[in-house]
């Protein structure tokens, strides 16, 4: 007997149901086909379209670009959809590798293509994507005012180093204003392009820079802070304002890859006295991770004081950990001026970093030769 399914008064046999279903899924097969095909012949075509004006409009842009006069505007309406995408297009790429003079007069190009513009009704309405897009256009054209003039903040990891970008690069905002913006949210790390922007934004303002650290290292995410921790480490060693006890907090902190950070980061600050007390450096190369143990010792090595190496060679006698131990002696070995007792104590690993320390010497040598 043929199985039946009940419903709202009606018993439809298992078999009609079935026929039903696999036609729908056919139907929704044989459109998502088509609808695919359609669309890659559209792409191939529009492609080919693009590609066969580029080359020509290339050597147009480049040709008005160093004439006498460009004139953009008459250019730009005489163009069609597709040309217009494709100078957009060119005009990206030249931005990019042109400056001086040159790219300012490129920058007029934008400004007749109504990209500033367009950017501005995409910050006020577009998606993420397309807010990073008008962000990026408005960096290359150094164009600033619609981001100042749009009600718009930013509301990603991505866009807050995207405008703390626009503000270093074209002086929209003071450098502590992008430091701000790129700390401002303390959950999430940031993408390398913002880690990269954070770096630049440091070293224009290093004092507002520690300034924040100091201030909010606390609620930051491990990764965040491992972050700002790095870019402390390569700021400009000289500043002379700013506290500094939060990094000394960080290097007794509870994560390990914090406490790493922060050991790195106070390679460059050895200059300051303060952070030279004996007893916090013993404490710091006994700490339980090999991983904290090797940048303490790198730390110390970068210091290079006489309290500091000898702080570092009482610790490499008791370390047990081999890549620590490693680690360590390539550093002791980089620092001039250790006595050649080092050698019969350290054994094996002083032979291998004396070695490698020397092949790098070589090398070295061997570029600057290449380079004169």
Same mark, same amino acid.
């Given at each position: 007997?043929?199985?039946?399914?009940?419903?709202?008064?009606?018993?439809v046999?298992?078999t009609?149901?079935?026929?039903?279903?696999?036609?729908?899924?056919g139907l929704?097969l044989?459109?998502?086909?088509?609808?695919?095909v359609?669309w890659?012949?559209?792409?191939?075509?529009h492609?080919?379209?693009?590609?066969?004006?580029?080359?020509?409009?290339?050597? $147009?842009?480049?040709a008005?670009?160093f004439?006498?006069?460009?004139e953009w %505007?008459?250019?730009v309406?005489?163009?069609?959809?597709?040309e217009?995408?494709v100078?957009e297009?060119?005009?990206?790429? *030249?931005?990019?590798?042109?400056?001086?003079?040159?790219a300012d007069?490129?920058r007029e190009?934008?400004?007749a293509l109504?990209i500033? %513009?367009?950017a501005?009704?995409r910050?006020?309405?577009?998606?993420?994507? $397309?807010r990073?897009?008008?962000?990026?256009?408005?960096?290359?054209?150094?164009?600033?005012?619609?981001?100042?003039?749009?009600?718009?903040?930013?509301?990603s990891?991505r866009?807050?180093a995207?405008?703390?970008?626009?503000?270093?690069e074209?002086g929209a905002?003071?450098a502590?204003?992008?430091v701000a913006?790129?700390?401002?949210?303390?959950?999430e790390e940031?993408?390398?392009?913002?880690?990269?922007?954070l770096?630049?934004a440091?070293?224009?303002?290093?004092?507002a820079?520690?300034?924040?650290?100091? %201030?909010h290292?606390?609620t930051?995410?491990?990764?965040l802070?491992v972050?700002?921790?790095t870019?402390t480490g *390569?700021i400009?060693?000289s500043?002379?304002?700013?506290?500094?006890?939060?990094?000394?907090?960080?290097?007794e902190g509870d994560?390990?890859?914090v406490?790493?950070a922060?050991a790195r980061?106070?390679?460059?600050?050895?200059w300051?006295r303060p952070l030279?007390?004996?007893v916090?450096l $013993?404490?710091a190369?006994?700490?339980?991770?090999?991983k904290?143990?090797?940048?303490?010792?790198?730390m110390l090595?970068d210091?290079?004081? $006489?309290t500091?190496?000898s702080v570092?060679?009482?610790?490499?006698?008791s370390?047990?950990?081999r890549r620590a131990?490693?680690?360590g002696?390539?550093?002791?070995?980089?620092?001039d001026?250790?006595?050649g007792e080092?050698g019969?104590?350290f054994?094996?690993?002083?032979?291998?970093s004396?070695? *490698?320390?020397?092949y790098d010497?070589?090398?070295n040598?061997g570029?600057?030769?290449v380079?004169?």
């Amino acid at each position: 007997m043929t199985g039946q399914i009940t419903g709202f008064g009606y018993a439809v046999p298992v078999t009609v149901v079935l026929v039903a279903i696999a036609l729908v899924v056919g139907l929704a097969l044989a459109v998502s086909f088509y609808l695919t095909v359609g669309w890659s012949v559209y792409r191939s075509v529009h492609d080919t379209r693009r590609d066969s004006v580029r080359d020509d409009l290339r050597g $147009e842009l480049l040709a008005r670009l160093f004439g006498d006069d460009p004139e953009w %505007e008459t250019w730009v309406g005489e163009l069609s959809g597709v040309e217009r995408e494709v100078v957009e297009s060119l005009l990206d790429d *030249h931005l990019r590798e042109l400056d001086g003079d040159d790219a300012d007069r490129l920058r007029e190009l934008g400004d007749a293509l109504a990209i500033p %513009e367009r950017a501005s009704r995409r910050l006020a309405d577009g998606d993420e994507f $397309e807010r990073l897009h008008a962000l990026t256009w408005l960096t290359l054209l150094r164009r600033p005012e619609p981001y100042l003039a749009a009600d718009f903040r930013p509301r990603s990891p991505r866009e807050r180093a995207a405008a703390a970008r626009l503000c270093i690069e074209t002086g929209a905002a003071p450098a502590a204003v992008a430091v701000a913006i790129l700390l401002a949210d303390g959950d999430e790390e940031l993408p390398v392009f913002g880690q990269d922007t954070l770096y630049r934004a440091a070293r224009e303002a290093p004092s507002a820079f520690l300034t924040t650290a100091s %201030e909010h290292y606390r609620t930051w995410s491990t990764a965040l802070l491992v972050q700002v921790l790095t870019v402390t480490g *390569h700021i400009d060693t000289s500043v002379r304002t700013g506290d500094l006890a939060w990094l000394t907090a960080a290097l007794e902190g509870d994560e390990p890859a914090v406490r790493a950070a922060a050991a790195r980061a106070l390679g460059a600050f050895g200059w300051r006295r303060p952070l030279r007390d004996r007893v916090f450096l $013993e404490r710091a190369t006994a700490d339980p991770s090999p991983k904290v143990r090797a940048a303490v010792y790198e730390m110390l090595a970068d210091w290079g004081d $006489e309290t500091a190496v000898s702080v570092l060679m009482h610790a490499l006698v008791s370390e047990d950990d081999r890549r620590a131990l490693l680690r360590g002696t390539r550093a002791l070995v980089a620092h001039d001026g250790v006595d050649g007792e080092a050698g019969r104590v350290f054994g094996d690993a002083w032979a291998w970093s004396s070695e *490698h320390a020397a092949y790098d010497r070589r090398v070295n040598r061997g570029s600057e030769r290449v380079v004169t």
